[in-house]
């Protein structure tokens, strides 16, 4: 709750947006009572531009065009709101349950809703409105709402299948809790954002279908509203008598208002999906000093293929910067297996990540470079740099990577023959279609699983089967460097051992050298010829193997060490 508050008042989409609704909120609360003129009260002259008495002019029965405005914010606003209130209550009763039930009632719930979506809005909004008997407020809020919640329903539906399966709720349906329970108090706060913009959006329109069934001289024309001014506005032909006070304040009012909702919509929508969030801090990588504390690194003797120098990466979240890797300096030779080790949010994939050009929009470098070198390319380039085309056939080709979620990586619905294929042509568009087949056989083979398998779907496979279809499929390019993030965490000790064997042999087979990310030390300490570990985002140690294992420098190392040995584990 605290980091959504921060959140928004972070959000400068969200700070214009709130501004701009309180101002109408105000302007409608006290508005009225301040000017204290009555909106109906026609002692003024007609239609008369603004002045000192009127400031926004007269209506052509000389009433106050200001006065209206005003009232007429009180009657759009409560529409609105009034309107946005019953649908969205009615799209998340029919989407919770629909989504969450399915069968008979999800059926029912979605052709009801179906129907309401292919009804055009404005056309049934006329229908209905034409056969009200009475054409309060409330009425036509009511009718408003009609055709405004399917959409909403709609979205909810979708999301609501999606939740309906997760661990959580399963683990809710387990504890015995009971269904209303499960529906509102499990999954409904997870919609909590899609609610909020459904609710939002339908206020504005709920606005904007009272100004449209007033302006057609369908809404509660007693009443005064935006809506209405414009259809007395039109009705007197203010436009062709040049009286720009008496159409224009509304529709800038509603236009107004729209923007407010909007923006606020959008902030939610930031919100529930960081992707979306703009980054706003500099761009450009600012160049850090070394930091004292930085180890050096050990001495390898073929030449450098990746050269990480004063990586810095930081988080832009809701509670300010988070700084995961700081001034981090690594070298990657060929042929080398280097261990990155490191508590849980230390930093570790954050790095890989940045060196594999990953990070989402809310990563930013904020200082150093990844220079890889090419054979007989001294200078090397900058992968940080790099724009999308050279990206493109540096990943796969020269690097690639393989992620404890790549298991779930594979495409449920291609054969996996199908998803090596896009690979490989993508890569090697000359290729002729039998060498594909082929390689992706040998590929296949090469990780202990039957070339026959590439015409079976990923549910075919085991998971270490699947990890494994990854770690072939990152191999399929040759790439010099593969980079490993936690690739064993999800299988059991066996097949991880059978996998990392099997790694093991490929790199003695194609040469490529190793990023090896794990929580697990003591493996690292088994396999890796270099390790680094990690600590709040900084190197705290990188040495060879066996000087990490006896001659450790940090504190945090030994303390590590020790607490493998107090567990039994031989290092
Ligand atoms: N998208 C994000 N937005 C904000 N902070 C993030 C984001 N991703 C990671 N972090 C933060 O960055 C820090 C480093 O995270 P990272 O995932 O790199 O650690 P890690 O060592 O790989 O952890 P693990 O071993 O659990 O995967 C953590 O404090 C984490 O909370």
Redo the contacts with the bound molecule.
């Keep these: 709750m605290k980091s959504l508050l921060t959140f928004l008042l972070r959000s400068r989409k969200i700070t214009v947006g709130v501004a701009i609704i309180l101002f109408f909120v105000l302007l409608a609360t006290i508005g009225p009572v301040m000017i204290g003129i009555d909106p109906s009260a026609t002692g003024a002259d007609s239609m008369q531009p603004p002045s000192a008495a009127h400031w926004l002019g007269t209506t052509q029965a000389g009433e106050d065009v200001l006065a209206q405005l005003l009232y007429g914010s009180r009657i759009s606003l409560a529409v609105g709101l009034l309107a946005a209130v019953v649908a969205t209550v009615v799209s998340s009763v029919v989407g919770l349950v629909g989504g969450y039930l399915r069968g008979i009632v999800d059926e029912v719930l979605s052709l009801v809703t179906s129907v309401f979506l292919v009804i055009p809005a404005m056309p049934l909004l006329i229908v209905l409105a034409g056969y009200l008997p009475s054409k309060g407020i409330e009425s036509v809020a009511i009718i408003i709402s009609i055709t405004a919640w399917a959409s909403g329903a709609r979205s909810i539906r979708a999301q609501t299948l999606s939740i309906r399966n997760r661990d959580y709720i399963q683990a809710a349906r387990a504890s015995g809790e009971t269904l209303p329970r499960i529906i509102f108090f499990e999954v409904l706060p997870n919609e909590i954002p899609l609610l909020a913009s459904s609710f939002l959006f339908t206020i504005l329109v709920g606005i904007l279908a009272e100004a449209g069934l007033s302006f057609l001289g369908l809404g509660s024309l007693t009443t005064v509203s935006w809506g209405s001014m414009l259809f007395y506005a039109q009705q007197s032909q203010a436009l062709l008598a040049g009286a720009w006070w008496w159409f224009l304040p509304p529709g800038l009012c509603i236009a107004l208002i729209g923007t407010g909702l909007s923006l606020v919509n959008f902030g939610i929508d930031e919100y529930a999906n ?1 992707r979306l969030r703009t980054v706003r801090a500099a761009k450009v990588p600012v160049q850090q000093p070394p930091s004292p504390q930085m180890p050096s690194g050990p001495g390898f003797d073929t030449p450098p293929l990746l050269e990480i120098r004063h990586l810095s990466v930081d ?3 809701a509670d300010g910067p ?4 700081k001034d981090v300096s690594l070298t990657l030779h060929r042929g080398e297996l280097l261990g990155l080790a ?12 940045a060196v594999a050009r990953l ?2 929009k ?2 930013q470098v904020t200082g150093g470079s990844a220079v890889y070198f090419r054979e007989n390319d001294p200078e090397g380039a900058d992968i940080l740099k790099m724009g999308p085309a050279q990206l493109g056939s540096f990943r796969w080709n020269e690097l690639s990577i393989v992620l ?1 979620s790549s298991m779930n990586a594979l495409n449920p619905v291609l054969t996996i023959g199908a998803q090596f294929d896009d690979v490989i042509s993508r890569h090697r568009p000359g290729m002729a279609k039998k060498k594909r087949r082929e390689l992706a056989g040998s590929l296949l083979e090469s990780v202990g699983i039957p070339a026959h398998r590439l015409r079976g779907y990923p549910h075919e496979l085991s998971g270490g089967m699947k990890q494994r279809t990854g770690i072939a499929m990152a191999l399929a390019l040759d790439p010099a460097i593969v980079i490993l ?2 690739p064993t965490t999800a299988l059991d000790v066996l097949v991880q051992r059978q996998i990392l064997t099997l790694l093991l042999e490929l790199r003695e087979r194609y040469g490529f050298s190793v990023i090896f ?3 697990d030390l003591s493996l690292l300490l088994e396999i890796c010829d270099t390790i680094a570990i ?1 600590r ?2 900084e190197l705290v140690e990188y040495a060879a193997a066996d000087d990490v294992h006896l001659r450790p420098k940090h504190e945090y190392t030994r303390e590590l060490l020790d607490s493998l040995r107090a567990l039994g584990v031989a290092v």
């Design positions: 960081p988080y832009l979240s988070v700084h995961a890797v490191g508590e849980s949010g230390s930093g570790k994939s954050t790095l890989t990540g990070l989402g809310s990563a404890q993030d936690e990310t794990t929580h990690m709040h985002g």
